[in-house]
């Protein structure tokens, strides 16, 4: 008779979603490192080192690149976004105290507190990708100029053009999670009017018999 699986830990859960989400955005960091690298190195020098891409040395210095560059470009992410994010949450919350309590009291609804986790995870991918996007953008253009093919100045209209589009989706995607998550938020926490309980009223005194 088997047992039944073991969920995990919340602690250990969180820790692992942290680790795929800078994970994933770092990835997209380190290919536009590698696409600035041929830039700079040229069509020889790339060809000469292609072969090394492959190993497993690179695969796995590849992945711990990835995960200190996410972390790196989700700090650069939220620092450019900040001024932005707090002119949204004053729409909800007039002050910061306000929704550090709002926070305190989602907390004693796990439920609640999983899915706003979840959403805050979503908004911090796409507020990295806004960045990863453009970086991408502009280094696969640098790495198109030393090439010689055909239809390269279509080409390259038609890459800008489509990662300035992609950029402002991140972008448009990590706004609207942001308001959403403030509103879900201020509902969800906000006490209803005259549902706090006043003060004690005096009772009347026994009557004797």
């Known amino acids: 008779m088997t047992r039944p699986t073991q969920p995990e830990p919340p602690a250990l859960a969180a820790a692992t979603a942290m680790f795929v989400e800078v ?4 990835i997209g960091t380190l290919t536009a490192a590698v696409l600035l690298l041929i830039a700079l190195v040229g069509p020889t020098t790339t060809a000469k080192l292609a072969p090394l891409a492959g190993s497993s040395a690179a695969t796995g210095a590849g992945l711990a690149t990835s995960y200190a560059l996410g972390i790196l470009i989700d700090r650069a992410a939220d620092a450019s976004l900040t001024p932005h994010r707090r002119r949204l949450r004053t729409r909800f919350f007039s002050s910061n105290t306000a929704y550090a309590q709002a926070r305190l009291r989602l907390a004693d609804f796990p439920v609640l507190a999983a899915r706003a986790d979840y959403a805050r995870s979503r908004m911090r991918i796409c507020r990295g990708w806004t960045l990863n996007t453009l970086a991408l953008t502009l280094t696969a253009d640098l790495a198109m100029l030393r090439y010689s093919f055909e239809n390269r100045p279509l ?9 300035a589009v992609t950029a402002y989706g991140f972008y448009r995607a990590w706004r609207a999670l942001t308001v959403t998550g403030y509103r879900k938020l201020a509902e969800q926490t906000t006490i209803p009017t005259g549902s706090e309980p006043g003060p004690a009223q005096p009772q009347p005194s026994p009557v004797s018999p």
């Open 23 to 26: 994970l994933v955005v770092g």
């Open 155 to 163: 080409i390259l209209g038609a890459t800008t053009t489509f990662g």
